[in-house]
């Protein structure tokens, strides 16, 4: 009932705000006809070398070619191009199997050159034009037509078109914070409270009418963008994931409202988070083309759309969709946490303990406490463990131990905060603790890393079992105050479990 | 009940009762733990030990139900400005699920009948305080919890809230109002009780709260010269207040033909002689400061 109604309310509420409604629509507009703009800029910009603009070395680009021609001589003469002299449907083959860069399918007059969105496609595709028009200067009399019907075009569009469709989320899921904050900063939430509806309710309610305000954008969004250039091969595919992305926005931003002291501090703490999401899911999304790999695909919404826009027949990402339900989920318990503390009503910023004491008051159990700190921990841990990366990426340079190190002291390291958080006080508490914290961490990091949803139990039983036998010895190491020690067994202990794997991966057992 | 946050504690073993159809007032200091009390009261914070009943109903345990049936009206009101007075009641109608018959009664009860249709963002202070009364009375509340009811507005918006609340006991309601101001807590109340950090003082009808501060009783001189008023204090050995001169008494007939004998002396022409009674502003600072309180 009670929260029927709210959501009704706050429905009412968005609904009502017409300057609000209005940068929304002016917003979807300007995007709409930047893609047709991008698009014409994109043509163009491939119209120029791109040789020039990338560092080149000796046969870095392997091309197909199917047929003769003496213009395939000026192309052999190229210093990057290998070519490969195979049949049309070899050639076709190689290409779907990334070992060739390109297919050049070539009789007298003229040409078609066939790439694909991974890396180096656009070079191959620029080698052969260079050929091409090598050619005709030495012989103008001669006419040769060269189709090409991929190169940069479509990876332009493949970048393009996720940034298009996912950045308006972040405009959507801003009622949100104007709920959740201005209700608090003019203290409007006191009466509320007041009132028969619970807490959960109250804020439920907030996420509800944001979300369903953003599925009817989400569908004008994905009706109208098909007129200005943007076609997809499972738009109820792309769909899911624009309203599973807008969940997590709203989640975060419902999150960073219920912590901030005011309405502006949300709305800078909410900037904030969505520069991690863009950064989490978009750099991840470049990953795919520079270069492509099968967890870049797993973690991207942007990936998806991307390969959506280029026609292939991707299915549901539902990994991705369950990581981003239990980093939604997560936010939403997080969020309920600091309204359920009594520094909401007072307008003060709740610290960890106090969040940690409104999840006990939620979840009425340590152990449930503990096991939701499980997925705190991995939803705070993906944007971590990217900065960590970075961060000895670029500062120590990509040494493979470091690179291992920094994400696993990450992941050991946020589940150890939690730990800390928990203060167990004797042996086995903490042991159990601990095993419950790494449980729930175990389990997120599968269901985003498991190659198949079905094989994820016999998978990934082993990493779970890690997480969870080096959380509970950092439990029991906080309990007996040997906390440092305890988190340092862990990263190695953890460690040797990674190098172990890759060891094994690599066949040098 | 007690509430501490952290080290520090608000309300220190508070222990009230209110009978049904009273109203009781909750006076004290800024800081003396009045608001915290009421929110308390309200299911808003959780005692950190102790418990009180409303109407039966255990304010931790059974809090939803306790909300159900108590009004609150804070401080300051609490309103949302792109709302309209119409649309702001509907809204709590809603959320307490009663029907919206009401609103017209409770809109002409705070005198908005005319100004339901515009947004509350143009009303004035009163006007907002008049129709955050009306949400509290929404769901035909039997209790009443009003923190500083009149607290910022002006003269005539007060007495428009006192009066009203006043209407409301007549009606039967359980009330409790926490004010600082005397004047109000007098004119309101049937019982009050005084806080001060974080525990309650005294407790009692505001007639015997008065009996007992000050074994002190006064004088008050009025007399026709405004020269001589100072003169006059003077020579009695008293104070002045205002046009008033104050002697302390020492025996009633033997005061009396002191002020009489000085006056002549001076020849100043007395218009009124009275014993002052100590009022509620004498019966707070007594309490709150440590004065002569018995």
Known sequence: MGLGVMTWWGLKGIFSDRRFLLSVIVGMLISLFTIPLLMDAVGRFKEGNLLSALPISEKMVKVAVVGEHPLIAELENNSMVEIVRVDEETAMRLLNEGKVHGVFIVNATSGRFIGRSIPLSNLAESAVKDAVDKFMRKDNKLLFNLKSDLGLEELLRSLLAPFLMLTPLFIWSLPVIQSVAYERENKVVEVIFASPTRRVEVLASKVLSNLIFSMLLGAVWMLLVPFFGLHFSNPIGVYVILISMALLVIMMNALVSSIASNAN?????????????????????ILKVFPATEIAAKLSPATYIAEQVSGQGTPFPFNLMLVIYIISATAFLLALSAFSTESFAFSLKPGLSQLYEGMMEILRSKNKAAFAMGFVAFSITLPVELVAIGLTFFLIGPSAFLLLLSATAAEEGLKAVAL?????????????????????????????????????????????????????????????????????????????????????????? | MTKKFGEFTAVDGVSISVNEGEILGVVGPNGAGKSTLVKMLCTILAPTSGSAEIMGLDIVKDAQKVRAVVGYLPEEPRVYDYMSGEEFLSFFADVYGRGRERIPELLEFVGLEEHAKRKIGEYSKGMKHRISLARALIHDPQVLILDEPTMGLDPASSRDVRERVKSMRRSGKTILVCTHYMDEADFLCDKLAIMNRGKIAAVGKPEELKAKVAKQRYLGVVIKEDALIRKLAEEL?????????VVGIR????TIARVHATAKKLKATILSIKTLDPSLDDVFVAVTRGGKWA
């Open chain 2, 237 to 245: 050995g008293g104070g002045v207040d205002g046009r008033m001169v």
């Open chain 1, 420 to 509: 800390n958080v928990l203060k167990p006080t004797h042996l086995k508490e903490g042991a159990v603790l601990g095993a419950l914290v790494g449980l729930a961490f175990g389990l997120s990091e599968s269901l985003l890393l498991a190659p198949v949803f079905e094989l994820m139990i016999l998978i990934r039983i082993a990493p779970i079992i890690v997480h969870s036998v080096c959380s509970s010895i950092v439990g029991a190491g906080y309990a007996k105050r040997y906390f440092a020690l305890s988190v340092i067994l862990a990263i190695l202990l953890h460690m040797g479990y990674n190098l172990y794997l890759i060891r094994y991966a690599m066949g040098m057992r």
């Open chain 1, 265 to 285: 501090e949300a709305t800078l703490a909410s900037s904030i988070s969505s520069t991690i999401i863009i950064t989490l899911f978009f750099s991840i999304a």
């Open chain 2, 251 to 254: 025996g009633m007939n033997s």
